[in-house]
């Protein structure tokens, strides 16, 4: 075993999902099948978060293609600030609660205080980017 194998990742267990926020999400869609032949492996719209996401699978990571639903959702805002590009960054955890109160006890910053259901059927909460090093952070249990 190589010493880059045995390093840890402590509580994050794999990248979940790399989300990137377009403004067009079926121009998006085309890039990536044009240029990269990757197709689309699940569609959802998460109405509580005004955002529809298409996912492509990458190995076992998605990258998540996201559009606003709603002109006042955080993600529509987030485009009018800063313009397309990557919006946060999906760690996997085994637990999100138990991932959640770590960061509450090291001192971060949370956007949820409890975790909610995200897309596929999964259980997410949000850490605040300003205590993160600038990075959206997304704690996702499968
Ligand atoms: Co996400």
Known sequence: MTPDQRADAGLLTEIDHVAIAVRDLEAAIS????????????????????VEEALIRVADSYIQLLTPTTPDSPVARYLERKGEGIHHVGYRV?????????????????????PRPGSRGTTVAFVHPKAAFGTLIELVQE
């Open 31 to 50: 890039y990536y099948a044009d240029t990269f032949g990757a197709t689309v492996s699940h569609r959802e719209r998460i109405e509580s978060d005004g």
């Open 94 to 114: 085994a637990d999100c609660g138990a991932a959640l109160q770590a960061v509450r006890d090291a001192g971060g910053q949370l956007i949820d205080q409890t």
